[in-house]
């Protein structure tokens, strides 16, 4: 078989899921299923790996789906424990206070605050914790999932704490190699990172400008009275002004920081300007936009936690600030458990079950750290809230069960996902010497595009993270492959390589498993694929917008780093 029909043959196992979830409009756990099986059948056939590799990467999935599962279930039980206590009430009645708009809603709960969460936690946490959130505040499900799988795009690269640079990056390229070459040119390794770097966070910070502007837009035109697009630009002063507020803050902290908090400093700077003046009304459009009737909406849009609303809880009502208070003890842990070291080492040492060189197979490894998961942190915020709102043990255990119940949908289809991408990572390690599965992907697509190869470089980004759900692996997997290019084809790796973790950001709208647990969080699974054919749409923006903006920083402003130098 040649080089191009192995490469073709390893996009089937992402178009068979596109055609079933988006074209079909099969829901993932019939869809997942039969995906995974094919992509074994490739793996063992067209790529020779060994029945032991497909069956470790199978069980290291496993590993992996369990860590998902846990984060899921600390967002559905905080907010469930937060409806049974009184808090989801007092937040519902604050954002009213600031704005009854429900696009000035989603510019603060959705974008600045989905921003920080992700800053701070990353891994797929903020549309599992922004989903429920909206719901709660009366937005339809669907609503909901798509809005918050839009927040996970400006902030990724710098997600976790920089985890996408700092391990992606890092770990994605040859190090020795690349710093034996700037050396030999009068360059160092710091400077070509802080360059990577600065380059991630000025090419989001242009795009990102927008995303709360197309939030809006995509919320009036779906979901809206009038399916318009012009009542979410309505909203542009105000939504262009909360870009801003963002991306001036992350740019300034990419550039002279690091990767560490430009997502964080973004989001709180953001917070700080744009909530005093949408309660001045500063910019706010004269007419505010609200929801048809809810008994007017579509079945579609509907999952099973607005049954579950419906019926709030009556006790007496507590203060708003003691309603948000479990939101930021939630943001001060996960920001102190990744910053502080002595915090970070305990939380990652204790609680943690797991399986190194799963089968015997070298690097094939998986673990789940109960405690530095953003799950087990926000249970921890659950029993703090337990005691904070003054709680009984019976609405606790209605939460409990409420959270159990909506977690088993989402496990059946995690549990063929997440192995399905396994085997296409780990697919590198086979007898036929071939590159992974990921690889060849992106092998094509550079060598059928040539040297306008880096308008496309964005979306090699994003194949790796639809394919994987994460920032992180795609960047792992590709970045070595992105600056390859690059110097085959006289470009500069360094921008190559910015722009592969940007395209990658973009891509986690579009990676089914975020969809599904974002989905399970509000009781919306089967619909992935109606949520996907939405979210393709900014997704598309964000690529298109990357690489234009890569074009004309080689051809026009003739953008090179220290290893172009001749």
Not at 150 to 163: E, L
Not at 399 to 405: F, G, L
Not at 408 to 434: C, E, H, Q
Not at 543 to 566: C, E, Q, S, Y
């Amino acid at each position: 078989m040649n080089q191009t029909l192995l490469s073709l043959m390893a996009f089937v196992p992402l178009i068979l899921a596109a055609v079933l979830l988006v074209g079909l409009n099969w829901p993932a756990r019939r869809a997942m299923p039969l995906v995974f099986v094919v992509t074994a059948v490739i793996a063992l056939t067209a790529w020779d790996m060994t029945f032991n590799r497909v069956l470790a990467s199978t069980l290291q999935g496993l590993i992996l789906t369990g860590s998902i599962l846990w984060i899921i279930f600390g967002a559905i039980l905080l907010l469930n424990t937060l409806k049974h206590s009184g808090g989801i009430t007092a937040i519902r009645s604050g954002f009213s206070n600031i704005s009854a708009d429900r696009r000035i809603q989603i510019i603060i709960v959705a974008w600045l605050f989905g921003c920080f969460i992700e800053g701070a936690s990353g891994f797929g946490t903020p549309a599992a914790v922004v989903a429920p959130l909206l719901v709660a505040l009366g937005f339809p499900a669907m609503a909901a999932v798509v809005i918050g799988m839009m927040v996970q795009s400006t902030p990724v690269s710098f997600g976790a704490v920089g985890t996408p640079i700092i391990v992606g990056v890092s770990g994605g390229l040859n190090k020795a190699a690349i710093s034996e070459q700037l050396t030999a040119v009068g360059s160092n390794w710091d400077m070509f990172y802080r360059l990577i770097t600065s380059e991630v966070a000025l090419t989001h910070a242009t795009i990102g400008v927008l995303m709360p502007l197309f939030m809006c837009a995509m919320l009036t035109r779906f979901f809206g009275r009038n399916r318009s697009w012009l009542e979410g630009l309505a909203v542009a002063p105000f939504a262009i002004f909360a870009g801003l507020a963002f991306v001036i803050p992350y740019a300034f902290a990419g550039v002279f920081l690091g990767p560490e908090f430009p997502s964080i400093i973004g989001a709180l700077v953001g917070l700080a300007i744009v909530v005093p003046a949408a309660r001045k009304g500063f910019l706010l459009p004269k007419s505010t936009w609200e929801f048809a009737d809810p008994k007017d909406w579509p079945d579609t849009w509907l999952g099973s936690l607005e049954i579950k609303l419906d019926s709030l809880t009556t006790k007496n009502p507590i203060s708003i600030g003691m309603a948000w208070l479990p939101y930021i003890l939630l943001a001060v842990l996960l920001v102190l458990s990744r910053v502080s070291p002595e915090l970070k080492a305990f939380f990652m040492n204790y609680l943690v079950i797991g399986w190194s060189d799963i089968l015997g197979e070298k690097g094939v490894s998986g673990k789940i750290e109960f405690l530095y998961l953003p799950g087990g942190i926000m249970i921890l915020v659950v029993l703090a809230t337990f005691f904070l709102h003054r709680m009984q043990f019976n609405e606790l255990k209605a939460a409990v069960s409420e959270s159990s119940r909506t977690l088993l949908g989402a496990g059946f289809v995690l549990v063929f996902t997440i192995p399905m991408v396994r085997i296409l990572i780990n697919s590198g390690v086979n007898l036929a010497d071939l590159p992974s599965m990921p690889r060849a992907m992106a092998e094509l697509v550079a060598s059928s595009v040539g040297h306008i190869y880096p308008f496309f470089a964005p979306a090699v980004g994003a194949l790796g993270a639809f394919i994987a759900g994460s920032n992180t692996v795609s960047n792992l997997m590709m970045a070595q492959f992105q600056f390859d290019t690059a110097n085959l084809i006289g470009v500069s790796g360094a921008l190559l390589v910015a722009v592969q973790a940007v395209g990658a950001a973009a891509g986690n709208m579009i990676a089914i498993h975020n969809v599904v647990a974002a989905s399970a969080t509000v009781g919306l699974l089967g619909r992935e694929g109606q949520t996907i054919r939405m979210t393709i749409i900014p997704t598309l923006y964000y690529l298109v917008a990357a690489g234009t903006l890569t074009l004309i920083a080689i051809h026009v402003w003739g953008i090179t780093d220290p290893l172009m130098v001749k």
